[in-house]
Every structure is written in C-alpha cells, then in structure tokens.
C-alpha cells in the first residue's frame, strides 16, 4: 500500500498510539513497534558509515596518540587529532575525499577514500641529517 504520508507525519501517529519503544526509520519511513534497526538500504549504509568512522577514529588514535610511542613515534597533539578524526568523519559521509596535513612538527598526516570506500589514514615522518665540513 502507497502511503503519500510524511516521515514526521507517521512519527506524529505513532506518538498519539501510545506505544512504547516505536520508532521510524529516516530512510525509508519504515515504522517498527519494537524499536529494532530497519533493514532498508538506506540504514544499512548509515550503520556501516557509523562502523566505519569508529574504526577509522580508532585508526587515528593508534596511529598519532599515545598509542604511537609503542612504535618510536611521538604523539602529536589532542586537538591535532580531533581535527583528523573530523576530517574521517567528512570522508567516511563522502563529503570530502582525502585531506594532507603538515603538522608543526614535520610529521605528515594524510586521509583518503580508496576506489573500494576504503579510509587509508597514513603518517609520515621525514628525518633528514646533514653536516657540513669546512676546508
């Protein structure tokens, strides 16, 4: 049956039934009594999307944090990686599709969507040495 309802409108009837733990789906405008996850495509993609984000902020955190001194690296600054964290998230809605960052103290951060949706979050460090020697 083709309902010409708004979403909001559902929601709306669902309040005045009195049930509890109902809920509607944005996607799809889906109603569930039990309150469960709707399997629309839609909510499929947003879950993944929400998996996706949690591993690419654990990634980060790994990779930059406190976490990185295991591997002889110096972790940069919170607020440093906050800003990645947010640039994942842009890139995970595919609103941005990679970011490059210099940071103060020369390391290079780099997140990008692959071809398959991947997020490759990549640090760099370059350590040069010289001397110069006079006659």
């Known amino acids: 049956m083709y309902n010409?309802?708004?979403i909001r409108q559902q929601s709306d009837e669902i309040e005045k039934i009195g049930f509890e733990n109902e809920a509607t789906c944005p996607y799809c405008g889906q109603i569930s009594i039990a309150g469960g996850d709707c399997d629309c495509a839609g909510a499929k993609r947003a879950r993944r999307i929400e998996v996706q984000i949690?591993?690419?902020k654990q990634a980060i955190d790994e990779i930059f944090g406190e976490q990185a001194e295991q591997d002889g690296k110096k972790p940069i600054a919170e607020e440093n990686i906050a800003i990645l964290k947010t640039v994942a998230e842009q890139i995970a809605n595919y609103k941005l599709h990679s970011?490059?960052?210099?940071?103060s103290s020369g390391t290079r951060a780099k997140l990008t969507r692959g071809s398959k949706g991947v997020i490759k979050?990549?640090?760099t460090e370059t350590q040069k040495d010289s001397?110069?020697?006079?006659e």
Not at 99 to 103: D, E
């Open 131 to 134: 001397a110069e020697v006079e």
């Open 99 to 103: 970011a490059s960052f210099v940071l």
């Open 54 to 56: 949690w591993q690419a």
């Open 121 to 123: 979050i990549e640090r």
């Open 4 to 6: 010409n309802k708004s």
